[in-house]
């Protein structure tokens, strides 16, 4: 046995701990640039198609702002989810509907129910790119001031809510 | 039919992107631009080759800041602003990639250093006695035969 | 019944791996020549039940079997019969079947071609090589069994997915696992080396064959992938550096540098410990692959579908034999130290050399594939290592090695001088400047001039040292043996690979343009112009596309057929571009999107001697199967290994 035998050996269980700890990750995930950055600024119409959206929406509610299209197989897994907060919490629900027509939309939030307190219809994925969004579902949690302060990825699971999202609600809506 | 199926199916899917009509030195530069962003949902594959519809509305992006004459740089710095380094083909350099980028040259440089240490001039170069035996060496020997 | 058959036979096959891996070793130990002897015939037994149980699986697909899961998943009764077959590795479990039906292949060549072997060295090597079966036989049977049953039945297959009905992807997949799988020879025999505690140029000059095999194979799997990227993806981009490329790439060029090690040890008897480490790292560096591939570590578009089962049995299955043959080496690396004095300016020289410049690039592409994990574990950042960083780090490396991959073998063994070489040096030289300076006058490119000229400073070098070996006449080019042809064939056809791809990354020409149909676009001399479009549904998807025609001049070229198709199932959006193949040049158009009154976004492209880098990287894997031939290569006859080993033995 010699020192220089055992380099290979060193580097290569440094190269396992390292694969082994990758596979606890999804490498799918990106974490959000723009939290405790305000949101984006954007004017667009909302799904009804009476009214003009733009960033002051957000202003004074905490809200939970939600990507979702009618095209997205795990937005419907979601949806009960957004309906159960629809009734437990104050929280303000604002939809993003992307890539969407509003044919659809409508269809989709009749047959699901409809969760959202305003919806800003987004076609042209013009708040996509901005918000750093690589697909649907995703929601971010923005503040009484306009400021992002968590993104979650994904399916928002009663598990998720509760431990993560619910705490940090609530603690927000505590600040004046 | 095929014909009512397909006019449906461009006019829901795809809108014609303006900033496509002819080839323009704006153009030029959002491809310059596209090459060095990643669609964050690919493999490794920049924006401009990427048929994904995220990086389609990345590009739409992308033109839209160049028409309205926004640098290079602006765009890029816009882009990881919303997603991160991430985004960037090319990683930055900066302290958490040192190691990235000059690992490789300093492997060059260490391993041509080494080679040229351990090898030695002619003038000192003495064949050592092979570790087989004397015998078993004119076997192997007979066997290899090696030209030159 | 043939489903339960062929999974006996699975079955029965590890159960004989298992006694494989224990009986020659005990054997080997105890010198006893019968229990070493089981080894031979375990290996073909297992062999021969693991190839039963692949026929078996092929029928169910053949035959659209759906009462067996993975057929049902993954095939279709109206499956063209090649796809049918091809379906059975187009899949994570079927794949994996192959992978040890391989590696069963590869060590029942043992017994068969070995007779010469020393019979210590060959037990182990066959008891090493039936552990590695047992670790994925068991991966198999436990996380991927491909002889699961569906109840109730369905009707048919959902397996027609006609994108995936595509030469390059029913043929690229098993040619890259003979090259993955062929390095667990090496790998064995390293193992089997270690434990005996010596290595000799028998033991190079038994395996280096099997090196050029699975190197060969590897080199057409790596080069049958790149060009099924180049014409599926559809914007002409031959390599990418994503992480499911690279991971087949490293295996490459770490079994380049065991290729050129194994001949100085073959040859002068050095490189011992260094060879050995270079056997276990290459295929280290497959199982890494598989890992990565299978396990979705690095990659968000899965190859797979991803299980973290799996992705633990691999990592352990990686760590196990990897790790179990790193300890042994360090165990036991010392008593094959080998120091001899280097020569700088030598044929052995040239050669480690060689191996230092191959290992700095391999760790260059490791580093640049695996460093958005490290940082990610670290601090839990997220970066991208795309392309760029690669052309930066990767491309002057190599420069650097067909620099000297140019001169190198143009030096004698054991010792040279640079004086000897110098008239040679000044040919490759001028090659090199005049190559330079046309390119750089009309190519107008400065890096090109320089990237072509190294191309041909390597191919002037090459035809020098051919020359030299000859003695410049035409007899002694006639008693040059295999190996010499296959090394100016692989030598040279690097050389036009350097040439291919630069070519294609500095003159590489395209343009884009929102065209209605008739109208046209121009490249250079090339005029486009795109024909009616239509559209409609086919299979699973949406379409529409049209053809575009390229003249040059008035006088029509080619006509290039291209289609965008949209899957709505999967909110899918994919390119089948138009291609024209020829040796001077590609030319290439895709459509985007558009509609007729507002017109289509048309992107055209001219690449030239882009079918070169393919064309080339065949003359390599050719150049590694005719160097096989090389009579010098064979074993010795009975005879004589009888008076060897009897020697040998005598020595110990």
Same mark, same amino acid.
């Given at each position: 046995?010699?020192?220089?035998?055992?380099?290979?050996?060193?580097?290569?269980?440094?190269?396992?701990?390292?694969? !082994?700890?990758?596979?606890?990750?999804?490498?799918?995930?990106?974490?959000?640039?723009?939290?405790?950055?305000?949101?984006?600024?954007?004017?667009?119409?909302?799904?009804?198609?009476?009214?003009?959206?733009? !960033?002051?929406?957000?202003?004074?509610?905490?809200?939970?702002?939600?990507?979702?299209?009618?095209?997205?197989?795990?937005?419907?897994?979601?949806?009960?989810?957004?309906?159960?907060?629809?009734?437990?919490?104050?929280?303000?629900?604002?939809?993003?509907?992307?890539?969407?027509?509003?044919?659809?939309?409508?269809?989709?939030?009749?047959?699901?129910?409809?969760?959202?307190?305003?919806?800003?219809?987004?076609?042209?994925?013009?708040?996509?790119?901005?918000?750093?969004?690589?697909? !649907?579902?995703?929601?971010?949690?923005?503040?009484?001031?306009?400021?992002?302060?968590?993104?979650?990825?994904?399916?928002?699971?009663?598990?998720?809510?509760?431990?993560?999202?619910?705490?940090?609600?609530?603690?927000?809506?505590?600040?004046? | 039919?095929?014909?009512?199926?397909?006019?449906?199916?461009?006019?829901?899917?795809?809108?014609?992107?303006?900033?496509?009509?002819?080839?323009?030195?704006?153009?030029?530069?959002?491809?310059?631009?596209?090459?060095?962003?990643?669609?964050?949902?690919?493999?490794?594959?920049?924006?401009?080759?990427?048929?994904?519809?995220?990086?389609?509305?990345?590009?739409?992006?992308?033109?839209?800041?160049?028409?309205?004459?926004?640098?290079?740089?602006?765009?890029?710095?816009?882009?990881?602003?919303?997603?991160?380094?991430?985004?960037?083909?090319?990683?930055?350099?900066?302290?958490?990639?040192?190691?990235?980028?000059?690992?490789?040259?300093?492997?060059?440089?260490?391993?041509?250093?080494?080679?040229?240490?351990?090898?030695?001039?002619?003038?000192?170069?003495?064949?050592?006695?092979?570790?087989?035996?004397?015998?078993?060496?004119?076997?192997?020997?007979?066997?290899?035969?090696?030209?030159? | 019944?043939?489903?339960?058959?062929?999974?006996?036979?699975?079955?029965?096959?590890?159960?004989?791996?298992?006694?494989?891996?224990?009986?020659?070793?005990?054997?080997?130990?105890?010198?006893?020549?019968?229990?070493?002897?089981?080894?031979?015939? *375990?290996?073909?037994?297992?062999?021969?039940?693991?190839?039963?149980?692949?026929?078996?699986?092929?029928?169910?697909?053949?035959?659209?079997?759906?009462?067996?899961?993975?057929?049902?998943?993954?095939?279709?009764?109206?499956?063209?019969?090649?796809?049918?077959?091809?379906?059975?590795?187009?899949?994570?479990?079927?794949?994996?079947?192959?992978?040890?039906?391989?590696?069963?292949?590869?060590?029942?060549?043992?017994?068969?071609? =070995?007779?010469?072997?020393?019979?210590?060295?060959?037990? &182990?090597?066959?008891?090493?090589?039936?552990?590695?079966?047992?670790?994925?036989?068991?991966?198999?049977?436990?996380?991927?069994?491909?002889?699961?049953?569906?109840?109730?039945?369905?009707?048919?297959?959902?397996?027609?997915?006609?994108?995936?009905?595509?030469?390059?992807?029913?043929?690229?997949?098993?040619?890259?696992?003979?090259?993955?799988?062929?390095?667990?020879?090496?790998?064995?025999?390293?193992?089997?080396?270690?434990?005996?505690?010596?290595?000799?140029?028998?033991?190079?000059?038994?395996?280096?064959?099997?090196?050029?095999?699975?190197?060969?194979?590897?080199?057409?799997?790596?080069?049958?992938?790149?060009?099924?990227?180049?014409?599926?993806?559809?914007?002409?981009?031959?390599?990418?550096?994503?992480?499911? +490329?690279?991971?087949?790439?490293?295996?490459?060029?770490?079994?380049?540098?065991?290729?050129?090690?194994?001949?100085?040890?073959?040859?002068?008897?050095?490189?011992?410990?260094?060879?050995?480490?270079?056997?276990?790292?290459?295929?280290?560096?497959?199982?890494?692959?598989?890992?990565?591939?299978?396990?979705?570590?690095?990659?968000?578009?899965?190859?797979?579908?991803?299980?973290?089962?799996?992705?633990?049995?691999?990592?352990?299955?990686?760590?196990?034999?990897?790790?179990?043959?790193?300890?042994?080496?360090?165990?036991?690396?010392?008593?094959?130290?080998?120091?001899?004095?280097?020569?700088?300016?030598?044929?052995?020289?040239?050669?480690?050399?060689?191996?230092?410049?191959?290992?700095?690039?391999?760790?260059?592409?490791?580093?640049?594939?695996?460093?958005?994990?490290?940082?990610?574990?670290?601090?839990?950042?997220?970066?991208?290592?795309?392309?760029?960083?690669?052309?930066?780090?990767?491309?002057?490396?190599?420069?650097?090695?067909?620099?000297?991959? =140019?001169?190198?073998?143009?030096?004698?063994?054991?010792?040279?001088?640079?004086?000897?070489?110098?008239?040679?040096?000044?040919?490759?030289?001028?090659?090199?400047?005049?190559?330079?300076?046309?390119? *750089?006058?009309?190519?107008?490119?400065?890096?090109?001039?320089?990237?072509?000229?190294?191309?041909?400073?390597?191919?002037?070098?090459?035809?020098?040292?051919?020359?030299?070996?000859?003695?410049?006449?035409?007899?002694?080019?006639?008693?040059?043996?295999?190996?010499?042809?296959?090394?100016?064939?692989?030598?040279?056809?690097?050389?036009?690979?350097?040439?291919?791809?630069?070519?294609?990354?500095?003159?590489?020409?395209? +343009?884009?343009?929102?065209?209605?149909? =008739?109208?046209?676009?121009?490249?250079?001399?090339?005029?486009?112009?795109?024909?009616?479009?239509?559209?409609?549904? &086919?299979?699973?998807?949406?379409?529409?596309?049209?053809?575009?025609?390229?003249?040059?001049?008035?006088?029509?070229?080619?006509?290039?057929?291209?289609? &965008?198709?949209?899957?709505?199932?999967?909110?899918?959006?994919?390119?089948?571009?138009?291609?024209?193949?020829?040796?001077?040049?590609?030319?290439?158009?895709?459509?985007?999107?558009?509609?007729?009154?507002?017109?289509?976004?048309?992107?055209?492209?001219?690449?030239?001697?882009?079918?070169?880098?393919?064309?080339?990287?065949?003359?390599?894997?050719?150049?590694?199967?005719?160097?096989? *031939?090389?009579?010098?290569?064979?074993?010795?006859? &009975?005879?004589? +290994?009888?008076?060897?080993?009897?020697?040998?033995?005598? *020595? +110990?």
């Amino acid at each position: 046995m010699n020192l220089r035998g055992l380099i290979p050996l060193a580097g290569f269980f440094v190269l396992v701990g390292f694969l !082994a700890f990758s596979l606890t990750r999804d490498p799918s995930i990106l974490p959000s640039e723009l939290i405790d950055k305000p949101f984006p600024e954007f004017e667009l119409a909302n799904l009804a198609e009476t009214d003009t959206l733009d !960033a002051s929406l957000l202003e004074g509610k905490v809200s939970l702002v939600n990507v979702f299209g009618s095209w997205c197989v795990a937005c419907t897994v979601e949806h009960p989810q957004l309906m159960a907060l629809k009734d437990e919490t104050d929280l303000q629900l604002v939809g993003v509907d992307w890539r969407d027509t509003r044919e659809n939309a409508n269809r989709w939030l009749v047959r699901h129910g409809n969760p959202y307190d305003v919806v800003v219809f987004d076609p042209h994925s013009k708040l996509i790119v901005p918000l750093g969004i690589t697909g !649907a579902p995703e929601t971010f949690v923005v503040d009484r001031s306009g400021q992002i302060r968590y993104k979650h990825i994904g399916v928002i699971t009663p598990e998720i809510w509760d431990d993560t999202l619910r705490p940090l609600v609530e603690s927000l809506q505590a600040v004046q | 039919m095929a014909r009512y199926l397909f006019i449906i199916f461009a006019s829901v899917f795809f809108c014609v992107d303006p900033a496509y009509a002819q080839t323009t030195p704006e153009e030029y530069r959002a491809r310059e631009i596209g090459a060095q962003l990643r669609c964050v949902v690919c493999q490794n594959q920049s924006i401009e080759e990427s048929d994904a519809q995220l990086a389609e509305d990345m590009r739409l992006v992308v033109r839209e800041q160049v028409e309205a004459g926004a640098s290079n740089e602006a765009v890029i710095a816009y882009m990881r602003n919303n997603y991160g380094d991430y985004v960037l083909l090319k990683p930055p350099v900066q302290a958490n990639t040192y190691v990235l980028w000059f690992l490789p040259f300093a492997l060059a440089l260490f391993g041509l250093l080494w080679f040229g240490l351990r090898s030695k001039r002619k003038s000192q170069f003495v064949e050592t006695q092979a570790a087989l035996s004397a015998e078993d060496q004119a076997i192997l020997d007979d066997l290899m035969r090696e030209d030159t | 019944m043939t489903v339960e058959i062929g999974h006996i036979a699975l079955i029965l096959a590890f159960c004989v791996a298992l006694f494989q891996s224990v009986i020659p070793l005990v054997g080997a130990q105890k010198n006893n020549a019968r229990l070493m002897e089981f080894g031979d015939r *375990a290996a073909v037994g297992q062999f021969l039940l693991l190839a039963f149980a692949f026929i078996c699986l092929t029928i169910t697909f053949v035959v659209s079997d759906f009462s067996v899961k993975l057929a049902a998943n993954h095939s279709h009764s109206d499956k063209p019969l090649l796809y049918k077959i091809s379906g059975v590795w187009g899949n994570h479990e079927g794949s994996i079947l192959l992978w040890v039906v391989m590696m069963a292949g590869y060590g029942a060549f043992v017994p068969v071609l =070995g007779k010469g072997l020393p019979k210590g060295l060959k037990a &182990r090597a066959i008891a090493v090589q039936a552990m590695l079966g047992v670790g994925f036989l068991g991966f198999i049977l436990f996380t991927s069994n491909p002889f699961e049953r569906l109840n109730p039945v369905p009707l048919d297959g959902s397996g027609l997915n006609p994108i995936l009905q595509d030469p390059g992807l029913a043929f690229h997949p098993p040619f890259l696992y003979l090259g993955y799988v062929g390095f667990s020879l090496p790998f064995s025999f390293a193992i089997a080396a270690l434990l005996e505690g010596r290595v000799d140029a028998v033991w190079a000059k038994w395996l280096r064959p099997w090196v050029l095999i699975a190197w060969s194979f590897l080199t057409i799997g790596i080069a049958l992938g790149s060009f099924w990227a180049y014409y599926e993806l559809g914007w002409g981009g031959w390599w990418m550096w994503d992480p499911v +490329e690279n991971v087949s790439f490293m295996p490459w060029l770490a079994g380049t540098a065991l290729l050129h090690s194994i001949m100085v040890l073959g040859t002068r008897h050095s490189m011992a410990s260094w060879t050995v480490l270079l056997a276990i790292t290459t295929f280290a560096l497959s199982l890494v692959g598989t890992f990565v591939v299978r396990s979705g570590v690095l990659v968000s578009v899965h190859a797979f579908a991803v299980d973290p089962e799996r992705g633990v049995y691999l990592l352990a299955l990686l760590g196990l034999a990897t790790g179990g043959a790193l300890t042994l080496y360090a165990m036991r690396s010392h008593s094959l130290r080998d120091i001899k004095p280097l020569n700088a300016t030598s044929r052995d020289g040239a050669l480690v050399l060689n191996n230092i410049l191959l290992i700095t690039a391999l760790a260059t592409v490791f580093l640049g594939t695996f460093y958005p994990l490290f940082i990610d574990a670290i601090n839990g950042s997220k970066i991208s290592v795309g392309a760029p960083y690669f052309n930066l780090t990767f491309a002057p490396i190599m420069c650097l090695l067909i620099l000297f991959m =140019g001169i190198g073998p143009m030096f004698k063994w054991r010792q040279d001088s640079l004086k000897r070489v110098r008239g040679p040096i000044m040919i490759a030289l001028k090659a090199f400047g005049v190559v330079f300076l046309l390119t *750089a006058l009309f190519g107008k490119s400065v890096l090109g001039g320089i990237a072509l000229g190294l191309a041909a400073w390597l191919a002037v070098g090459t035809l020098i040292a051919l020359g030299r070996k000859a003695n410049w006449s035409l007899k002694g080019l006639r008693a040059q043996p295999a190996a010499t042809w296959g090394f100016v064939g692989a030598h040279l056809g690097m050389a036009i690979f350097t040439a291919a791809v630069t070519s294609m990354s500095v003159w590489a020409d395209t +343009e884009i343009g929102t065209l209605k149909p =008739g109208e046209s676009l121009d490249l250079g001399a090339y005029t486009y112009t795109l024909q009616d479009v239509s559209g409609g549904k &086919r299979f699973n998807y949406d379409y529409y596309g049209g053809d575009v025609l390229v003249a040059k001049g008035g006088r029509h070229i080619a006509t290039l057929a291209t289609e &965008r198709r949209f899957f709505p199932v999967r909110n899918q959006l994919t390119t089948e571009a138009g291609l024209h193949l020829s040796f001077g040049q590609t030319l290439f158009a895709s459509i985007g999107e558009g509609d007729p009154e507002g017109g289509f976004v048309v992107q055209v492209y001219r690449h030239p001697f882009v079918v070169w880098i393919w064309l080339s990287a065949v003359l390599m894997a050719l150049s590694g199967f005719v160097s096989l *031939a090389d009579r010098r290569l064979r074993l010795p006859t &009975r005879a004589k +290994e009888v008076n060897l080993t009897a020697k040998v033995g005598a *020595a +110990e």
